[in-house]
């Protein structure tokens, strides 16, 4: 065979041969060359703003009143619930007004609440001048309003770029979730309550009244998560929830004043949120040789603007 010839059959042979599959349990010696896996993706932590955010909020307070009155002190203790029939569940209008600069935050808020009841006593009691026996006709009513004004202060955000926004240390990027903040907050403030009920004895026609009410410093803390649904709804925004507490030692003696508030908002328009949750307010009062301990609790709703 001419040499032109023996060298074209050789080079198809060795073609054929590259070509054609390693038979089984055969090792093939090749150097693989693997992709990199690509890197996780690295978020960045939530970003403060200097600009100021402003809130208000209606609510309504569907509060049931309760408390105990001895008036006066030394007298046996009556029961708002029991003796009078003022504990029916009432709404009480509830605004809040809040404006925020990244780890500070200033909110007023009030109530007022009206509340009336006619029943027989259930037992013989004391009000004031009023002494009534047992099946008397008693009819009475009960005026309460509250304001409170509290200075916040953000002390740890653990998925902002400032975890403490006092001394700048902040957050790493790649570990926080970018869609999340959660905020730990303290508070100081000042709160007011007033109360006034009267009550006639309609078998006596007997009838007195009493004006209690208690301002203390209040000092507390609290909580509050906030999640952005956008990157899975496009059409919900913020999902906000929070919860605070809050003490103060009245400034007479004998006063004092705790609350528990829990909140729940989700936006629906660009700046609207609809609101939910609830209040507790308890307070010790004494004055003018009265003294009581009240309550006023309930589940809340309303809406939210943002600024």
């Known amino acids: 065979m001419e040499p032109i010839a023996i060298t074209l059959v050789a080079a198809v042979l060795a073609q054929s041969s590259a070509a054609a599959p390693a038979p089984t349990g055969a090792t093939v010696s090749q150097s693989a060359t693997v992709a990199p896996a690509p890197a996780a993706p690295v978020l960045a932590p939530v970003e403060s703003t200097g600009a100021p955010h402003f809130d208000f909020a209606a609510r309504a307070w569907f509060a049931r009143l309760n408390g105990t009155i001895n008036a006066p002190s030394s007298a046996a203790a009556v029961t708002i619930e029991d003796d009078f029939d003022l504990d029916d569940s009432q709404v009480v209008p509830l605004l809040t ?6 780890a500070l935050a200033l909110v007023v808020n009030g109530f007022w609440s009206s509340t009336d009841g006619s029943t027989s006593a259930p037992a013989a009691g004391q009000f004031g001048s009023v002494a009534f026996a047992a099946g008397d006709a008693l009819s009475s009513s009960a005026d309460a309003w509250g304001v409170a004004g509290d200075v916040v202060i953000t002390f740890y955000r653990p998925y902002a770029a400032d975890r403490h926004p006092w001394t700048g240390d902040d957050a790493p990027a790649g570990t926080k979730p970018a869609f999340a903040d959660l905020r730990f907050n303290g508070l100081v403030g000042g709160h007011a309550v007033s109360y ?13 009244s009493i004006d209690l009410s208690v301002i203390t410093p209040v000092i507390g803390g609290g909580i509050e998560l906030d999640l952005d649904l956008r990157r899975n709804v496009d059409w919900l925004g913020h999902l906000r929830i929070a919860a605070t507490a809050g003490w103060g030692p009245g400034v007479e003696a004998g006063d004092s004043l705790w609350f528990v508030r829990a909140d729940l908002s989700l936006d629906v328009l660009h700046n609207l949120a609809i609101t939910g949750g609830y209040r507790l307010l308890n307070w010790d009062a004494a004055g003018n040789g009265d003294s009581m301990s009240g309550s006023l609790q309930g589940l809340v709703a309303g809406l939210e603007l943002r600024f």
Not at 97 to 102: C, G, K, N, P
């Open 97 to 102: 007004a809040s404006a925020r600069w990244d």
């Open 196 to 208: 006034e009920q009267s009550v006639t004895d309609r078998t006596t026609a007997a009838s007195d």
